[in-house]
């Protein structure tokens, strides 16, 4: 560690030990209600956002609706005032669902012979299918994987597939494990996108199970990405595909995986015609906003965010790890755990009559579990009038202390963190497990795209996960106090430091671009992954990165990279996938209504 920032650190040190060492009267822990009706609060919180009547909190649902106002009417008695776009609300739209719109035909001729098949039967379009029709040659392109420097292995070889209708196997030839060379190529994006690459007019999957009723990717159900496939995509039964290709799907299936070399072929005596309709349903959801405000008359203009989702699953749905769909999700610890710990902080803060020198937001965040969108708004949209936002406080599942152990993430976010919790704790005792990384499925995330300093609290996963054994009846409720005290104090810490927590740069770029492997090189972007939109949004470039000495910046949006189309953040991926580091390619973007060419140079990754 360079010894300026070992110095700063030493400082920062020092103010907190002076800080602790203040008049107790001033500090949290002593004007907090007596731990047993702080334990009473919290059961009645919780009691009620994991009851039945709450349903789950599905975003958009009455019981979500419900959850807002008993969330905004909590704020209200703890002195928040108002800092949403409608009161302590914040509306903001989201796709809560997908459904067969009415024009949706998958018809062939072979031969002589006209075959229709029947929608939900049959066949059925993929959800990030575009409305739209096609009509053509069929062509059967394998697994629909075109990967010979990753795998040797290419469907697309030697195969015009130029305005024709592709048609394909689930998965790889190695099923649909993830854990070999064939990963990355798994999935109906990646099908899609590389069949669009190559000309495809349309693409048609072929069912993984006999049974198309027991179909998994026929389920239609929407990834929570916007942007579509560009192209009609839909998926076939496996009897209907056996037609076409003229021989049973098994057949085919061992056929490939025997030799381990493609099976493409043109099917010239197979045309498709294929039109598909997706209705997505948009519904809008609300984070609630109660702001506090600072006592200092010039560090009142910075502001801590403090937060907690208060969505959950509902009765199910694709996150849920339930054995069937239909039961009640409660979401106790995930998240009314967190929700109930943010009523409690605005109750407790907004009682002090000495305040912390920084303001405070308090956030309820919705549409959490459909990929952080409430968060994702907020930080697009902010409600906070020109202050700055210096810090974001996350809670997301802190119900189930066990053994004494919390987590703290986001701790190399900012150079305080560390020696700030590490003190505060003194007090706590618990047996913290400090963790650097700011990325994670929670909404600090959304804050630590936009170079927030952030810190994300939580007990831990457990069986009852996003499962209907997520109940009331299973928090640990002295454990959940101990937590807000040390949370409390940390706050305070932070809201009174001299200087607002430093930001601290991640070293390699967004996981996001990472996670899905095979990835050599990195521009250093950061996908706006909530913007509703063709082609990928940035929220911003990482400093010195490919991307920001090609000139690319925040708002910029993505429609094309190394001569491919860029429709979706799946088309980005699959397009950064292919490319080499210190290779020279150009990057087409809007900008205000502009198409702009900028050439970039790939970085190591
Ligand atoms: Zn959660």
New binding site residues.
């Given amino acids: 560690m360079p010894n300026a920032a070992r110095l700063c650190r030493l400082v920062l040190v020092a103010l907190l030990t002076l800080w602790l060492a203040s008049p107790p009267l001033a500090r949290f822990a002593e004007v907090a209600p007596a731990d047993a009706a702080l334990e009473a609060a919290l059961r009645q919180h919780i009691g009620y956002l994991a009851s039945p009547e709450l349903a789950g909190r599905l975003p958009g649902a009455p019981g979500a609706e419900k959850a807002a106002q008993y969330i905004a009417a909590r704020f209200q008695r703890a002195g928040l005032r108002p800092l949403g776009e409608q009161g302590y609300r914040q509306p903001f739209p989201f796709i809560a669902n997908v459904r067969l719109g009415r024009r949706n035909e998958l018809a062939a001729a072979i031969g002589a012979t006209r075959l229709t098949a029947t929608p939900d039967a049959d066949f059925r379009p993929l959800a990030f299918t575009a409305d739209g029709a096609a009509e053509g040659e069929a062509v059967f392109a394998g697994y629909g994987i075109t990967a010979a420097k990753d795998a040797a292995y290419d469907d697309y070889a030697g195969l015009d597939v130029k305005g024709r209708i592709v048609v394909t196997l689930p998965y790889s030839p190695a099923g649909s494990n993830p854990h070999t060379k064939f990963g990355p190529f798994l999935s109906l994006r990646y099908k899609a996108t590389t069949a669009r690459n190559q000309g495809a007019a349309a693409l048609v999957v072929i069912a993984e199970d006999d049974d198309f009723s027991r179909s998994q990717i026929a389920r239609l159900r929407y990834d929570d990405a916007f942007g579509d496939a560009g192209f009609p995509c839909a998926v076939v039964s496996r009897a209907f595909a056996a037609k076409l290709l003229g021989t049973p799907v098994a057949d085919v299936e061992k056929a490939i995986a025997a030799s381990g070399q493609p099976a493409s072929r043109p099917l010239p005596s197979a045309r498709l015609r294929l039109r598909t309709e997706v209705v997505k349903e948009r519904r809008t959801a609300h984070n609630i906003i109660g702001w506090l405000e600072g006592s200092d008359p010039k560090l009142r203009e910075e502001i801590i965010v403090v937060g907690a ?1 208060y969505d ?1 699953l509902g009765r199910g749905g694709p996150n849920s790890l339930a054995p069937r769909e239909g039961d009640v999700h409660p ?1 106790a610890d ?2 009314a755990s ?1 929700v109930a710990g943010l009523i409690e902080l605005a109750q407790l803060f907004g009682r002090q009559a000495v305040r912390p020198k920084r303001s405070l937001l308090f956030i309820a965040f919705s549409a ?2 459909k990929g952080l969108i409430g968060s994702a708004y907020f930080v697009d949209h902010p409600t906070t009038r020109g202050k700055r936002i210096v810090a974001m406080v996350n809670l ?2 802190i119900g189930r202390l066990r053994d004494n152990r919390l987590a703290v993430q986001g701790v190399g976010t900012s150079s305080i963190w560390r020696p700030l919790l590490t003190e505060a704790n003194q007090r706590h005792g618990f047996d913290l497990s400090l963790s650097d990384s700011g990325f994670g ?2 909404d600090h995330a959304s804050f630590y795209k936009r170079n927030i300093p952030v810190l994300f609290f939580l007990t831990g996963s457990h069986p009852d996960y996003h499962r209907p054994s997520d109940t009331a009846d299973k928090i640990n409720y002295a454990g959940e106090r101990r937590i807000l005290g040390l949370v409390g104090d940390a706050l305070r810490a932070a809201a009174n430091l001299p200087t607002p927590p430093d930001f601290v740069a991640p070293k390699g770029s967004d996981p996001a671009e990472r996670a899905r492997g095979g990835f050599r090189v990195s521009l250093g972007t950061i996908p706006d992954y909530a913007a509703e939109i063709a082609g990928v949004k940035l929220s911003g470039v990482r400093e010195g990165s490919p991307a920001a000495k090609a000139g690319l910046q925040a708002e910029d949006v993505i429609v094309g990279l190394a001569g491919r189309d860029i429709k979706s953040v799946y088309d980005y991926t699959y397009a950064l996938q292919a490319l080499e580091p210190e290779q020279e390619v150009e990057v087409v973007v809007l900008r205000g209504g502009q198409r702009l060419t900028f050439k970039l140079v790939t970085a190591r990754r």
Wanted: charged share 35%; hydrophobic share 10%.
């Fill in positions: 989702h959950h979401g995930d998240n967190g959490e579990e997301d599942m499925p929670s």
